[in-house]
């Protein structure tokens, strides 16, 4: 039987680079033995760069076939004598095992399935070359022994094992590091919940059934003619839907895909129709499909028909730098009118690279209109109606010159006046409880003047700022820390004056570096107006803030619990002055927590700490929380498809059983201008009964709104009194974009 050639096989192994060239190596083993022996033992070659020594003699045939030229079979062998100089280490053994079972998802063994760990290499650290001159190129003698030891490296420390009747697998002779895991078995798509592991670990792996369907794909004209290559978007149904796009070629018409329903069509875009000697783009209808296991096989065919569709480039002003735009498109009813609401209420794209080119494929007939503008604006600057017929409409829409005065002018300075370069910008806009922030696009001047292009809701702001209780604008340097400035109305030019830097070096003290690895983490925030910093702190507890502006800052200390969730243990003011602060800060006693669940065990658990929430780690049924303060803290966990809460005391004596108390009101949370705070609600209400009856969890609330039907009767308590809203409950139970929520709670 025929084989595919090493350097293809070792490609696609090892990625390209790596594996044409041990592919090439692996060429003499290929090779007859005469042919071997003739290329190998009688060409010495010192180096490809030099080229071949004088005293080379001829070779009459080269070792590859499909090469009839003298050069390349020179080339061939000085592969082959460098990669034999590179260094093959020893192999990278050990007594480490890793073992565990390959089954199907009905618990069934999978026997014969390839398991195969391959240890993680790490790479060698470097000195840094900041402020050196350019390094020379590498060789390629250099390149190819890099990638030859390298292979040899990964092979030496790597390990497989073939499933046994019963699916288990056992891979010893591992050396210490991190393996990477994969399994593989033919008709079987196999994963595991970890891809990585150490030597000392069971990684079991899930197979999946892959059913292969034949797929012929042709094009739907006269001709009807069948087409080399074509992509394959296969779309699962279902409450799990994925979509999967996969290169489809006649020499090998199979789509593997596992068992379920699906919707799958063929495309040809220019690329793959360029393959294929086909111009335009084509698309097919999408069909149907039924994919079980064990049912009959049948071939389907997606005829392909010519892409209806807009593709279309945004064209930059001269001299404006831009590097992302934002399209839009939107279907144009008979009559309908036309405006930028209009637009950007369409399909709106982001589009980057040097060409800004964007596509709206697979369209119906009809009259569209399609909008560009520059993505930090996020609003329709230019566009331009088209009719879809068919084929792919091409457009190019010119984006206007900006308004220089419509921008405002930033300018930051050191304490000597000079200004300050490689600065950014950031706006924050605060309306009532309501805050928004975002970045400005600056162009710099030689100067260092920054002309700041404010997008449409700081435009408006600075037009009305009295429909704003803040109006920021921070400067971020890259050394100097950052600083926040107010904005007015009209206000056309700002400036910054930066002082001296300050740094805070902090030392927490303790004594489990393990444990404390990404626990920590110290953050600074400025009274008043100014920069913050946070980090985490290294695993001895020790870390630097800043750079940031000198002055009065509040210090915290945070500590991670659980699965997630930071909350903060201690604080204190601090008086930073220019250049570096050492601050000690101390931890104060953390405890641990066990919850035990009776009957079903809470799927997902938290702790509410302050503001902070934490996870529960889930371990054998009981919900395990670490390094908690002291206090009396609210438990919320998730029993049998309902929430349910309790008040737990820190630290206890042992493990605790939950015991959900009663969820006997609902706590509202109101946005300005939303649907609660049109009827009435008011942030912080607490909804204690609906049409005079009390309830005991928030299932009994969710049941008593709907069944009280659009004129509910909510008693309030609100401010220390009791008022009553009448209010629509099956929208408050089951509506979404309400402008805002509400929390059931124990009174």
């Known amino acids: 039987m025929n084989r595919p050639p090493s350097f293809l096989l070792a490609a696609i192994t090892l990625g390209f680079l790596p594996g044409i060239l041990i592919g090439m190596f692996l060429l003499g083993a290929d090779a007859p033995p005469e042919a071997a022996a003739t290329t190998s033992s009688d060409r010495v070659v010192e180096s490809i760069s030099g080229g071949p020594r004088a005293d080379a003699p001829p070779v009459a045939n080269s070792v590859v076939e499909a090469s009839a030229s003298e050069r390349r079979g020179d080339d061939l062998g000085a592969f082959r004598d460098i990669m034999r100089s590179a260094a093959r280490p020893p192999k990278d053994g050990g007594d480490g095992v890793i073992d565990g079972k390959v089954e199907s998802e009905d618990g069934d063994p999978i026997e014969g399935a390839l398991v195969r760990a391959t240890r993680r290499i790490d790479s060698d650290l470097r000195p840094s070359s900041r402020g ?15 990638a030859v030891e390298s292979y040899w490296k990964t092979r030496g420390a790597s390990g497989e094992a073939v499933t046994a009747s019963d699916g288990s697998y056992r891979i010893d002779g591992l050396g210490d590091g991190t393996y990477s ?46 087409v080399e290559f074509a992509g394959v978007r296969s779309r699962t149904e279902g409450s799990r839907r994925s979509t999967t796009t996969e290169l489809w070629s006649r020499a090998d018409p199979r789509v593997r895909l596992m068992p379920g329903q699906y919707t799958i069509h063929a495309y040809l875009d220019r690329k793959l129709g360029e393959r294929s000697g086909i111009d335009g783009d084509w698309i097919s209808e999408k069909i149907d499909l039924d994919v079980r296991h064990g049912g009959a096989e049948e071939a389907v065919t997606l005829v392909l028909k010519p892409q209806r569709g807009v593709r279309g480039r945004v064209l930059v002003p001269s001299g404006e730098n831009l590097s992302s735009a934002r399209a839009w498109l939107k279907k144009v009813e008979a009559g309908g009118a036309v405006d930028a609401a209009f637009i950007e209420s369409g399909n709106s794209r982001y589009i980057s690279g040097s060409g800004l080119e964007f596509e709206y494929l697979d369209l119906e007939p009809g009259r569209y209109v399609v909008g560009a503008g520059r993505s930090w604006d996020r609003r329709v600057a230019v ?20 308004d220089p005065s419509q921008s405002l002018i930033a300018v930051a300075r050191d304490s000597a006046g000079k200004p300050l370069r490689r600065v950014t910008f950031r706006v924050s806009i605060r309306k009532g ?24 809701k700081l435009r408006a702001a600075l037009a009305e700022p009295a429909n704003v209780s803040t109006l920021e604008l921070t400067a971020k340097t890259r050394d100097r820390g950052s600083k926040t400035l107010d904005l007015s109305k009209g206000q056309a030019a700002i400036e910054f004056r930066f002082g001296a830097p300050a740094t805070v070096d902090v030392n927490v003290p303790v004594n489990d570096t393990k444990r404390w690895s990404g626990k920590l983490r110290a953050g600074l925030s400025p009274f008043g107006k100014g920069g913050a910093s946070s980090r985490t702190l290294d695993a001895d507890g020790t870390g630097r803030l800043g ?74 049924g009981e919900a395990q929380f670490s390094l908690l303060p002291a206090g009396l803290h609210s438990l919320r966990a998730e029993v049998g498809g309902s929430w349910r809460t309790m008040k737990v005391a820190v630290p206890t004596s042992g ?32 909804v204690v009964a609906v049409d005079g009856r009390s309830f005991e969890s928030e299932d009994e609330l969710k049941a008593f709104l709907i069944s009280g039907g659009d004129e509910c009767r909510l008693s309030i308590e609100r401010g220390g009194g009791t008022t009553t809203l009448a209010v629509d409950g099956k929208k408050l139970a089951l509506g979404s974009g309400l402008g805002g929520g509400w929390t059931s709670i124990g009174r």
């Open 132 to 146: 050196d001159r350019a390094p020379a190129l590498d060789s390629l003698d250099d390149v190819v022994r890099t």
């Open 181 to 226: 895991m994969s399994a593989h078995a033919d008709s079987w798509s196999v994963s595991a919940r970890s891809s990585r592991a150490m030597p000392g670990q069971t990684i079991d792996f899930i197979a999946s059934r892959v059913i292969d369907v034949t797929i012929e794909v042709r094009l739907g004209d006269a001709n009807g003619q069948s």
């Open 383 to 402: 566009h331009e109606t088209v009719v879809v017929e068919a084929g792919v409409t091409d457009v190019e829409l010119a984006l206007p010159a900006l």
């Open 433 to 456: 409880s309501k805050q928004s922030s975002t970045s400005l696009y600056a162009d710099e001047d030689q100067a260092g003047r920054y002309r700041l292009w404010p997008e449409s």
């Open 547 to 620: 750079p940031v502006q000198v002055g009065d800052y509040n210090l915290t200390l945070s500590v991670r619990s659980g699965r997630s969730g930071w909350f903060q243990v201690t604080e204190r003011p601090v008086t930073l002055g220019p250049g570096d602060n050492q601050i000690a800060l101390s931890l104060p006693a953390l405890h641990d927590l066990k919850v035990a669940f009776i009957g079903a065990t809470g799927s997902r658990v938290y702790l509410q700490i302050g503001s902070s929430s934490v996870r529960a780690d889930i371990v054998d």
């Open 655 to 686: 493990t605790v059983t939950f015991k959900a108390a009663a969820q006997d009101a609902a706590r509202m949370k109101v946005e300005d201008g939303g649907w609660l705070a049109s009827v009435g609600f008011e942030d912080g209400d607490l």
